[in-house]
């Protein structure tokens, strides 16, 4: 039987929490994303922010508390900022959280802007402290993200860092990162190298696992694992061994967060769901395809004909109901064109 929650798929998970991609554009190259030759979607074809607006209201009216803002990069999309202002609206109707993953380029220019307008918290994508590592990795410079950093937590925004490890190639970051993150008092979580690369070259060797990460950290830290609640990240408590005796450094504690989407799915709690810049709900990150709303909200857009509303709000109804297991059913990339710089992670 279904639940009384609006939003509910077969197994019983409820949905909280809305990805929304604004835009597949990125000016990053990471190789565990972005395709080498990405061929962008034309701007005919990207929702409108009116139109998502529509449809972010609905969910909120459908019980969705969360909404997360992602692209490719969301701030290379002109208006996001405003967009952002016009979701705070929608706090009055239940919603409680409007964050954003960013690369933080271009972070240190909107970083006021974003807090003004609403924006409640940050995850950073942070792949290398190494300066020449993160060029080889991004294509672009380590100094405007840590500048971007600096200017975000100034205003008062809340940060996490997301780091996506690949064995060979920055696992040596991972002691390095939870310190720096000790030291700037943000968290840092780690990813699992998941197979939605948009060349399609992920190979599970390649994956540094959640024991993995734990096995590096224990050689300098004691670690306590915290309930996993609805989040996807596994939370631990670390605690600095070497330093331990320096005066009050023993009573200090520092959380960081493991995502093991590959070793260790959390796909039995997932209350999650995604829309692409195209308008496509994604039920599942690994799903093979989504169902376009695209033309329905911009017909609503136009006409606020009730029959209409009702319609598009039993279809995503339907389609949250029939979400599958996830990656814990499937153990494999899924079967389709759009990859992670599209579907937003």
């Not at 409108?48 to 803002?69: D, N, P, W």
């Not at 064995?167 to 700037?184: E, Y």
């Not at 709690?269 to 989504?290: H, N, W, Y």
């Amino acid at each position: 039987m279904r639940s009384n929650a609006n939003l509910v798929d077969q197994f019983g998970r409820e949905k909280r929490k809305l990805r929304i991609s604004v835009t597949d554009r990125c000016n990053f190259k990471c190789q565990y994303c972005m395709p080498e030759h990405p061929e962008w979607l034309a701007k005919k074809d990207i929702l409108s922010f009116e139109a998502l607006y529509i449809f972010c209201e609905l969910m909120v009216e459908q019980g969705i508390e969360s909404i997360r803002i992602t692209g490719g990069e969301p701030l290379m999309r002109q208006g996001v900022v405003h967009f952002i202002n016009d979701l705070s609206r929608l706090r009055a109707k239940g919603l409680k959280r409007i964050s954003m993953t960013t690369n933080a380029h271009y972070l240190a220019k909107y970083a006021e802007g974003l807090k003004r307008a609403g924006l409640d918290d940050l995850n950073i994508s942070l792949d290398s402290l190494d300066a020449k590592q993160f060029q080889q990795l991004t294509k672009k410079f380590l100094q405007p993200i840590l500048q971007g950093i600096t200017a975000a937590q100034a205003v008062g925004l809340k940060i996490k860092i997301n780091t996506v490890l690949m064995r060979g190639i920055n696992d040596d970051q991972i002691i390095p990162l939870v310190k720096w993150g000790m030291a700037q008092k943000v968290s840092v979580r780690f990813i699992e190298y998941m197979p939605l690369d948009g060349d399609a070259l992920w190979q599970k060797d390649w994956v540094v696992s959640e024991q993995d990460i734990l096995s590096t950290l224990e050689k300098e830290f004691q670690i306590t694992a915290i309930a996993q609640d609805h989040e996807p990240a596994k939370q631990f408590v670390i605690q600095n061994l070497n330093d331990a005796v320096k005066e009050n450094f023993s009573k200090q504690t520092y959380k960081i967060g493991i995502i093991s989407t590959i070793s260790n799915p959390f796909c039995q709690q997932c209350d999650r769901l995604r829309l692409t810049a195209t308008g496509e709900l994604f039920t599942c990150l690994f799903s093979d395809q989504g169902l376009s709303f695209k033309d329905k909200l911009e017909q609503y857009q136009k006409n606020k004909d009730d029959a209409l509303r009702n319609e598009i709000i039993d279809t995503i109804k339907t389609v949250v109901w029939y979400k599958e297991a996830g990656y814990v059913s499937k153990q494999r990339a899924p079967l389709r064109k759009i990859t992670m710089h599209a579907i937003g992670g």
